[in-house]
C-alpha cells in the first residue's frame, strides 16, 4: 500500500494536516509585512524568488515555508491602514478559519456527490441572498469568483432572453443570428469595463455598448438614458440590457435604480445592477435605502471580497426568475444526468459558468453567523464615516482638491501644485509612485477628465481618523518634495 504524510486522506492525516496549519500560522507571524509594502519592482522579486525547479527528492516542508516567507514578506499588507489603493480588503477572522476547513474538505460545487452538506449551504444562502434583495419566490443564484464572471452572466442570460423572447431563437444551439447585431446593451459611462468585455465575448462587440453621460455626483442620467432608449425604435435597434452599476470602481456612485427600472421595463429591456461593491449596503445600519430599486432588476452581482471583507474569491450572482438558468443548463452523463432533477438531486453546475468551484458559501456562513447583522453593519456605516472624514480633511488641505463627494468608501482628488509652471498630472503619478516605491503607502489613481488623480478606496473599519489625516499630510509631503525636484 502507497503511503504519504502529504494527502489528507485518512483520520490518522489530520495531525500532519494541524502541524502544517501550525507551521504556516507561524510563518505568517514571523513574516508578515509590518509596512503597506516593500515597493520592490517585478525584475528584483523575480531575482529574489528564484528557485522554483521541481527537485528531485522533496524537502522538509518548514524548508519551504522558509522560501514561502520571502513572498508574504514581500506581498501588499490589505489590512495596514495606509493600503487604500483597490477594492481589496483585509479578511475576516472567521472567513479564514472556516477557509482552512473547506480547503480541507475540497468539495467540488459542480455535483451533489461530490458536496451534498455544502450543495445545501449554497442553496440556502443564495436563498437568503434573495429575500434580503426583496426578489420573489422562483428567484435564485449562485455564488461566482467575482463582479466580471457575475456581469458576464448576467448578459449572455440577457442576450439569450432576448432572442428567445422576440426571435424564438436558441442561442446555445444555433448561435447568433444575424439580427443579434441590432442587440443594444446600456451602460453609465462610469460603469465597470466588464460591461463592454462581456458585450465583446458574448459576439455582439463593444460597439453594441451605449455609454449614458453621468451627473456631477457620477450617476447615470435618467433623462438620457429614456432618451437613447426611446431612440432605438426609431433606429431599428434592440434594447436588450440595461446595466445599472451600485458602487463603482472610482467613485462609488449608485445610479437612480427606481428611475432606471422603469425605464428597462418599459422597454422591455434585462435590467442589472452591477453591485458587486455596493451591493453590501443590503446590510447597512442606516445606508439600505441607497439600493432602493434593486428588487425591480432581473439580475444583479455582489462581492463578499470587497466590503464584506471575505477572502478572494467569494462573489454572487442572483437572478430574479431562476428558470433563465435554463440558458447555461446542459447535461453530462457522468456529472449530471437530467435523470437527477426527476430524482430531485441538485446539481449546482447546471447554474454556473465553471464546472469545478469551491465551497466559498462557507466562508460567508461562518461570517455573518459570527458578526451578525449589527455588527456587519456598523463595520459598513464605519467605513462611509471614514470616506467623509477624508473628503472633509482634503477640503481643509491648502495643497489637495476633491474631485468627488463620497457615496460610499471612494475619495477621489488631486494634489494641487503651489507653482501654475509645475505638471500637475506628472506630480500626482509621482506622489503614488513615490509612497509605493519607499513602502509608504499604496494608494489608488485614476483619470478623471482627462486629468491623472489619487485615490483612497476605504475598506478597513478598523482605521482612524488620526491614520486618515496622516497618510494625506504624507501625500501633501511627497507632493511638496516632488514639486520642488521639478523646479
Not at 444575424?178 to 446600456?186: G, L, S, T
Not at 437612480?256 to 425605464?263: C, F, G, V
Request: glycine share 6%; charged share 20%.
Amino acid at each position: 500500500m502507497f503511503e504519504t504524510d502529504f494527502l489528507h486522506s485518512t483520520p490518522a492525516s489530520q495531525t500532519a494536516h494541524h502541524d502544517a496549519v501550525l507551521q504556516a500560522l507561524g510563518l505568517l507571524r514571523k513574516f508578515w509585512p509590518a509596512q503597506p509594502c516593500t515597493g520592490a519592482n517585478a525584475a528584483a522579486l523575480t531575482q529574489l524568488l528564484q528557485g522554483l525547479d521541481l527537485p528531485q527528492e522533496g524537502i522538509p516542508l518548514n524548508d519551504v515555508l522558509q522560501w514561502v516567507g520571502k513572498v508574504v514578506s514581500n506581498s501588499i499588507a490589505p489590512s495596514h491602514p495606509r493600503v487604500m489603493a483597490h477594492l481589496h480588503c483585509p479578511p475576516l477572522i472567521p472567513a479564514l478559519a472556516a477557509e482552512v476547513i473547506l480547503s480541507a474538505l475540497n468539495q467540488s460545487m459542480d455535483s451533489f456527490d461530490q458536496a451534498p452538506a455544502a450543495t445545501v449551504v449554497e442553496q440556502m444562502l443564495t436563498g437568503w441572498l434573495c429575500r434580503e434583495a426583496g426578489f420573489p419566490s422562483g428567484s435564485d443564484g449562485t455564488l461566482t469568483s467575482g463582479g466580471s464572471q457575475s456581469n458576464y452572466m448576467a448578459l449572455l442570460l440577457a442576450r439569450d432572453s432576448c432572442l428567445e423572447s422576440r426571435f424564438r431563437w436558441g442561442a446555445k444551439k444555433q448561435g447568433l443570428p444575424p439580427e443579434a447585431n441590432r442587440f443594444r446593451i446600456f451602460c453609465s459611462e462610469a460603469a465597470h469595463f466588464t460591461v463592454e468585455k462581456s458585450a465583446a465575448q458574448l459576439g455582439l462587440g463593444t460597439d453594441a455598448v451605449v455609454k449614458i453621460a453621468v451627473d456631477a455626483d457620477f450617476q447615470m442620467q435618467p433623462r438620457e438614458l429614456k432618451t437613447r432608449l426611446d431612440g432605438c425604435q426609431q433606429d431599428g435597434l434592440i434594447p436588450m440590457a440595461v446595466v445599472a452599476t451600485a458602487g463603482t470602481t472610482d467613485f462609488g456612485s449608485i445610479d437612480p435604480l427606481p428611475e432606471i427600472a422603469t425605464m428597462a421595463q418599459a422597454a422591455g429591456a434585462w435590467l442589472h445592477v452591477d453591485a458587486a461593491y455596493g451591493g453590501a449596503l443590503l446590510f447597512s445600519r442606516h445606508h439600505r435605502q441607497l439600493l432602493s430599486g434593486i428588487e425591480r432588476a432581473a439580475s444583479f452581482s455582489l462581492d463578499f471580497h470587497k466590503l464584506l471583507w471575505q477572502p478572494i474569491s467569494c462573489a454572487a450572482f442572483i437572478l430574479r426568475d431562476a428558470r433563465n438558468f435554463r440558458f447555461l443548463e446542459m447535461h453530462s452523463d457522468y456529472l449530471n444526468p437530467e435523470s437527477h432533477e426527476e430524482l430531485g438531486i441538485p446539481d449546482l453546475v447546471t447554474r454556473s459558468l465553471l464546472t469545478t468551484r469551491r465551497f466559498d458559501a462557507l466562508k460567508l456562513w461562518v461570517s455573518l453567523m459570527a458578526l451578525g447583522r449589527e455588527k456587519l453593519g456598523s463595520m459598513i456605516d464605519r467605513t462611509m464615516e471614514l470616506a467623509q472624514s477624508a473628503a472633509q480633511f482634503i477640503r481643509e488641505a491648502p495643497n489637495l482638491k476633491l474631485v468627488n463627494n463620497p457615496r460610499l468608501g471612494c475619495v477621489v482628488f488631486r494634489y494641487a501644485p503651489r507653482s501654475a509652471a509645475a505638471s500637475g498630472d506628472a506630480l500626482n503619478a509621482e506622489i503614488r509612485q513615490r509612497l509605493f516605491a519607499e513602502g509608504r503607502a499604496v494608494i489608488g489613481h485614476t483619470r478623471f477628465r482627462g486629468r491623472q488623480c489619487l485615490k483612497l478606496t476605504i475598506l478597513n473599519p478598523m482605521v482612524d481618523e488620526r491614520q486618515l489625516s496622516e497618510l494625506l499630510e504624507e501625500v501633501q509631503r511627497v507632493g511638496r518634495e516632488a514639486e520642488s525636484s521639478q523646479r
